[in-house]
């Protein structure tokens, strides 16, 4: 029922930046929890940033000072704008809703497919 649309990779320099977007579809009710994961080749999926339902950010140590996550109340809609990028932040960017299962939506989570981030030079 909902869907996660991911976009705003690319191929960036070391010490560039980028800024990924997520907007949620199918669901007139506001998604209580959003954030971002990312996965790199043979790796597992790591949390990245979260915004919790009380408005409070969280960040992964690998990635604090330097990546901003913010969500428009109004919205189901979550950004990440990344700073200061380095090349072990090449991975795949997921984006992932969680509703702790209320029952106006049909799962307690809902993934993205996911944007490719690059950094090299």
């Known amino acids: 029922q909902v869907q996660l649309v991911e976009s705003g990779g690319g191929l960036v320099q070391p010490g560039g930046s980028l800024k990924l977007s997520c907007a949620a579809s199918?669901?007139?009710?506001?998604?209580?929890?959003m954030g971002w994961y990312r996965q790199a080749p043979g790796k597992e999926r790591d949390l990245v940033a979260g915004i919790r339902p009380d408005g409070r950010a969280n960040y992964a140590d690998f990635v604090k000072g330097r990546f901003t996550i913010s969500r428009d109340n109004a919205e189901n809609a979550v950004t990440l704008q990344m700073n200061s990028l380095k090349p072990e932040d090449t991975a795949v960017y997921y984006c992932?809703?969680?509703?702790?299962?209320?029952?106006?939506?049909?799962?307690?989570?809902?993934w993205g497919q996911g944007t490719q981030v690059t950094v090299s030079s």
């Open positions: 199918g669901t007139a009710f506001r998604i209580p929890a």
């Open positions: 992932k809703a969680d509703t702790y299962g209320i029952r106006v939506f049909d799962a307690s989570e809902y």
